[in-house]
């Protein structure tokens, strides 16, 4: 079973309104990833972070996505105001420092903008 | 760029055969490639890692060997079982900060 917690499970929104999803990283992983997965099953990086600090992130998360890690709480990632080709799975992944390292995945919010 | 690319979208075994599932990548600095297995509903993990070239590497029946002369990393199994029937995601690291996944390929094995 997945380490990293992810909620909610599902989430439904109507163009324009903001969507909020949340990530507990495996105990000890310093590295937090973001990643959306469409209907296609195709993986894109949104943005990462080492510890509290954003690692990179792409041009769609810097207009339209906010994204924190903060000490002692869970990472979330929320879009402003949510487009229908926003609908996709979320993942939320985890690792240690190095570039050897694995990701360690939630399972995912799957969020629906309708 | 950095690309990653699986050719074979969808592929179909009969319970018991051989199975091969095509990476390739480019890169210009010294790769980490991954694989990744996604059943249904669940998240993805880890399958197994390698960066060093020519030297085989196994986990759970799987194998596949790293070949930096012909940019590739191809997923081997002898025998596939129903279980196997997943989605598999071939990813490379590099220098920068995040993996890069191919397309996949979805495996279904029939009986």
Same mark, same amino acid.
């Given at each position: 079973?997945?380490?990293?917690?992810?909620?909610?499970?599902?989430?439904?929104?109507?163009?324009?309104?903001?969507?909020?999803?949340?990530?507990?990283?495996?105990?000890?992983?310093?590295?937090?990833?973001?990643?959306?997965?469409?209907?296609?099953?195709?993986?894109?990086?949104?943005?990462?972070?080492?510890?509290?600090?954003?690692?990179?992130?792409?041009?769609?998360?810097?207009?339209?996505?906010?994204?924190?890690?903060?000490?002692?709480?869970?990472?979330?990632?929320?879009?402003?105001?949510?487009?229908?080709?926003?609908?996709?799975?979320?993942?939320?992944?985890?690792?240690?420092?190095?570039?050897?390292?694995?990701?360690?995945?939630?399972?995912?919010?799957?969020?629906?903008?309708? | 760029?950095?690309?990653?690319?699986?050719?074979?979208?969808?592929?179909?075994?009969?319970?018991?055969?051989?199975?091969?599932?095509?990476?390739?990548?480019?890169?210009?600095?010294?790769?980490?490639? =991954?694989?990744?297995?996604? !059943?249904?509903?669940?998240?993805?993990?880890? /399958?197994? $890692? #390698? &960066?060093?070239?020519?030297?085989?590497?196994?986990?759970?029946? =799987?194998?596949?060997?790293? !070949?930096?002369?012909?940019?590739?990393?191809? /997923?081997? $199994? #002898? &025998?596939?079982?129903?279980?196997?029937?997943?989605?598999?995601?071939?990813?490379?690291?590099?220098?920068?900060?995040?993996?890069?996944?191919?397309?996949?390929?979805?495996?279904?094995?029939?009986?």
């Amino acid at each position: 079973n997945s380490k990293v917690i992810q909620t909610p499970r599902y989430l439904v929104k109507g163009q324009g309104q903001k969507a909020k999803m949340r990530c507990i990283p495996e105990k000890g992983h310093p590295v937090v990833f973001w990643y959306q997965q469409n209907k296609n099953n195709e993986f894109k990086f949104l943005i990462n972070f080492q510890n509290q600090e954003v690692l990179q992130q792409i041009d769609m998360t810097e207009k339209r996505f906010s994204a924190e890690c903060p000490s002692n709480s869970p990472c979330s990632l929320e879009i402003q105001s949510s487009e229908a080709g926003d609908s996709a799975l979320y993942l939320c992944a985890s690792s240690l420092l190095d570039r050897q390292n694995t990701l360690y995945f939630g399972a995912g919010t799957r969020l629906s903008v309708l | 760029g950095d690309s990653v690319t699986q050719t074979e979208g969808l592929v179909t075994l009969t319970k018991g055969l051989p199975v091969m599932l095509n990476c390739t990548y480019q890169t210009t600095y010294s790769p980490f490639l =991954f694989w990744y297995v996604q !059943h249904l509903n669940e998240a993805p993990k880890l /399958l197994l $890692k #390698s &960066s060093t070239d020519n030297k085989r590497t196994e986990h759970q029946g =799987f194998y596949a060997t790293l !070949h930096k002369s012909s940019s590739s990393f191809h /997923l081997q $199994k #002898s &025998s596939v079982q129903l279980s196997d029937s997943a989605l598999y995601f071939c990813a490379l690291r590099n220098s920068g900060t995040y993996q890069r996944f191919g397309t996949g390929t979805k495996l279904q094995v029939v009986p």
